[in-house]
């Protein structure tokens, strides 16, 4: 932009997609044609998993409501997260096709037909195996106004940045988890899973996008 000569050589989270094996008994365990698969990732640090999981448990809520063979595989990055997750569970919601997992992010992935996320890097993973997202993201009302005032970007996730375009629908929520933005938020995000998990010729669209966004720019090596 400035005139600098620039070279672009890649990235090394490709490099290590690429090159970590897959746990495939995992993979043969819950691999399955009879339903759909939506991974939901809650976050990779203790404060993201306590703000976005009660946020993402409501959608997954609705989304069991309409869907009722849909199966929900939750990706935590340590047991510590993955026993908090399920300890927020209702009595009912032990009911629900909801299994949670721990360390198991790039197998839940591969397997989801799509994802509903938390903001991050594992937005490029998501990108790179092809699996369409909704994305969500809650921060505290001084870091929002913060934000509001400094921030140009059109967006939070990365492949939405590489692309300069959304591809991945993101819906931001502020204040408490209670708060009329994150009500809002996750009617949005519940209302664009919806459509995903209705409409195959609109995830395999999406998927498409992605297959040319990680052509482009995901490449190991």
Known sequence: EHGGPATFVGHPFFDVVADTPLDERFLNRWRTDERLQVAVLPGSRNHEVHRMWPLQLQIVRQLAARFPDV???????????????????????????????????????????????????????????????VVM???????????????????????????????????????????????????QATEEMSRLLADPNYRQQYEMRLHWLASEVAKPG
């Open 71 to 133: 199966e929900f595989l939750v990706a935590a990055l340590k047991d510590s997260h993955a026993q908090w997750c399920r300890d927020q569970l209702a009595p009912d919601d032990r009911r629900l096709p909801i299994h949670i997992f721990s360390g198991k992010t790039s197998e839940v992935i591969e397997l989801a037909d799509c994802a509903l996320m938390k903001s991050g890097s594992v937005s490029l993973e998501i990108m790179a195996r092809n699996t369409p997202a």
């Open 137 to 187: 993201y809650h921060v505290n009302n001084v870091t929002y106004l913060l934000a509001k005032m400094l921030v140009r970007c059109k967006s939070a996730s990365l492949p939405n940045l590489l692309a300069d375009e959304t591809i991945m629908p993101e819906f931001l929520s502020h204040g408490s988890l209670r708060s009329k933005s994150a009500r809002r938020s996750v009617q």
